[in-house]
């Protein structure tokens, strides 16, 4: 896999303070109004190379629109697990699956950049037991997940991982 590996068992100091500053709310208000945006051109730009987080891994998940068919670009954080990419549709903890979780649901064959690296990649829901692991991974990798969990209400946040695929 071309996307870069990264461990959700040892998120280093500087991961864990920048996942703290983007969960306060002014951050969290900014980023789920604005921020995807801004880091999707940032991204763009870079190559992957720089977010707006700063120190949070993230992917650049280009998909199509499940009722417009328009390729849209959102920015994810990330963890990898078994060869696969995991990300969290926790639309910071709202009452609704984020938008691009629709998207890719309807369309799984997504691009995925990162780090100047794109691939062509195959996403699928994770279920069962297998989903409650990944999302204490994904606890334990940045604890604003456990406050999304609670803001979500009744909503289960889906996990949904990324399988490289041929083009």
Same mark, same amino acid.
């Given at each position: ?8 068992? +040892? ?6 303070? !920048? ?10 208000? &900014?980023?789920?109004?604005? !921020? ?14 720089? $977010?707006? $987080? ?24 990330? &963890? ?9 549709? $926790?639309?910071?903890? !709202? ?25 062509? &990649? ?12 990944? &999302?204490?991974? +994904? ?12 803001? +979500? ?13 041929? +083009?």
């Amino acid at each position: 896999m071309g996307i870069p590996e990264v461990e959700p068992t +040892a998120p280093s100091p500087l991961f864990t303070a !920048g996942a703290k500053l983007m969960g306060t709310e002014p951050a969290r208000r &900014f980023l789920k109004r604005y !921020g995807w945006r801004v880091d999707r051109a940032v991204i763009r730009l870079t190559r992957g190379h720089v $977010s707006l $987080s700063l120190v949070l891994p993230e992917v650049l998940l280009t998909h199509t629109g499940a009722k417009t068919g328009n390729r849209r670009s959102t920015p994810l954080t990330y &963890f990898t697990d078994g060869g696969r990419v995991v990300t969290i549709a $926790s639309n910071y903890g !709202g009452e609704r699956h984020p938008a691009w979780y629709h998207n890719v649901v309807a369309h799984p064959r997504v691009t995925l950049s990162s780090r100047g690296y794109t691939g062509t &990649f195959l996403a699928e829901d994770a279920t069962g037991t297998e989903r409650d692991r990944l &999302f204490a991974l +994904a606890k334990q990798f940045v604890p604003n997940y456990a406050d999304y969990e609670r803001r +979500a209400g009744g909503r289960r946040i889906p996990v949904v991982t990324f399988t490289e695929t041929p +083009a």
